[in-house]
């Protein structure tokens, strides 16, 4: 250690002594300015890191009373309940999960809105089953021409629903029925439009007798369409909807019946598909879904060939009951069997002449003559 300097002065008194600051003192004084200017830092950045996770915190935590809200809302809304507090969680957890990809999808395309529906407290695997994956063998197509004639014009915007000879949108439930319902909803329209009555027809008339077909774990429009030309369809009220295989047909062959003439498989060509449409009737079609079809709430939706090759969950076969444009995109007017809470009152714009994840690839029609 460094001793003091002392240095004695005359003009001071006999041996008293003077202390000046060393280099020693001077480094040390440094040294704990230092030392203060680092504490201070710490002091800062400590305060500043507590005050950030604070307000993630908060946000969290307002993260997460948004999610319960809406989970409230949804419980409401749908009548849900369930039987353990635990499924209650665990429902909680897939809602919470579900909203924060659709809402990601949203961001993704600001042309498309997604929201809460009946389908948001529900697994991936629950909501395969209802779209299980099937294999269609390609049909000829076959076109009656006394019904279809070439270099006529059509118009740039049709919807049969302004003729009244659409059926209202239906509820398949969790029974992978949609070919029966796309099937049944385009025979509802061509019987209409010909015979100028509108009736309901049984779905599941063709779940429980079909046996092409695989009940509800799917089946295909065009077999669906082959058995009406044979046997015939009952009415909704004749043969109620059950939601469920009953493995045993019940068709009265003694009971009204709406058969159809003909069908056929069309050229995978949408601009035929939109003249069809548009001068004979609605037609069925197969299609991939991914998972954000399930929150689709309205605009026009235009997966990518990526996710729609990619993300597939299943198969999904509709109605298209038209076919228009907005702000330069064409679309499609798609009749769904899924309720009307889902989508637009049950329908849903899909992107038209990019073949939007197969929809041109298995197009199906009745004809009635």
Not at 163 to 176: I, M, P
Request: aromatic share 12%; glycine share 6%.
């Amino acid at each position: 250690m460094v001793s003091p300097t002392v240095v004695k002065s005359e003009s001071l008194k006999k041996n008293e002594p003077i202390y000046l600051l060393s280099e020693y003192d001077e480094d040390r004084k440094i040294r704990s300015k230092w030392l203060k200017c680092l504490l201070y830092a710490v002091l800062i950045l400590t305060l500043v890191f507590t005050i950030q996770l604070l307000i993630e915190r908060r946000e969290n935590v307002g993260e997460i009373d948004r999610y319960q809200k809406m989970f409230n809302d949804f419980l409401v809304k749908f009548n849900r309940s369930y039987e353990t507090p635990e499924e209650l969680e665990y429902r909680l957890s897939i809602f919470r999960e579900n909203v924060r990809e659709f809402e990601e999808e949203e961001r993704k395309n600001p042309g498309v809105d997604f929201d809460v529906n009946h389908f948001t407290d529900r697994t991936n695997f629950e909501l395969k089953t209802i779209v299980p994956q099937i294999k269609i063998r390609n049909e000829t197509a076959r076109i009656h021409k006394q019904l279809y004639q070439e270099g006529e014009s059509r118009p740039a915007s049709f919807d049969w629903r302004h003729y009244g000879v659409v059926t209202s949108v239906k509820n398949q439930g969790q029974c992978g029925s949609c070919w029966a319902f796309a099937a049944t909803a385009a025979i509802e329209s061509q019987f209409a439009i010909r015979r100028r009555y509108l009736v309901e027809l049984s779905e599941q008339e063709m779940v429980d007798c079909d046996s092409r077909s695989h009940g509800c774990n799917g089946g295909v429009p065009l077999y669906a369409m082959e058995f009406v030309k044979r046997k015939g369809l009952e009415t909704e009220d004749d043969y109620p909807y059950q939601g469920h295989e009953t493995h045993q047909c019940r068709l009265d062959t003694k009971s009204r019946r709406v058969f159809i003439d003909d069908y056929g498989q069309l050229q995978q060509n949408e601009d035929f598909i939109a003249e069809w449409v548009s001068r004979i009737g609605p037609v069925t079609f197969h299609m991939n879904v991914i998972k954000s079809m399930f929150s689709y709430r309205s605009g026009i939706f235009n997966p990518s060939s990526q996710d729609c090759q990619t993300r597939s969950t299943g198969a999904h076969a509709m109605t298209i009951v038209g076919y228009g444009v907005e702000r330069s995109q064409p679309y499609w007017i798609v009749k769904n069997s899924w309720s009307k809470s889902w989508g637009e009152g049950g329908y849903m714009r899909l992107a038209r002449g990019v073949n939007a994840c197969g929809v041109a690839q298995y197009v199906a029609a009745p004809i009635i003559l």
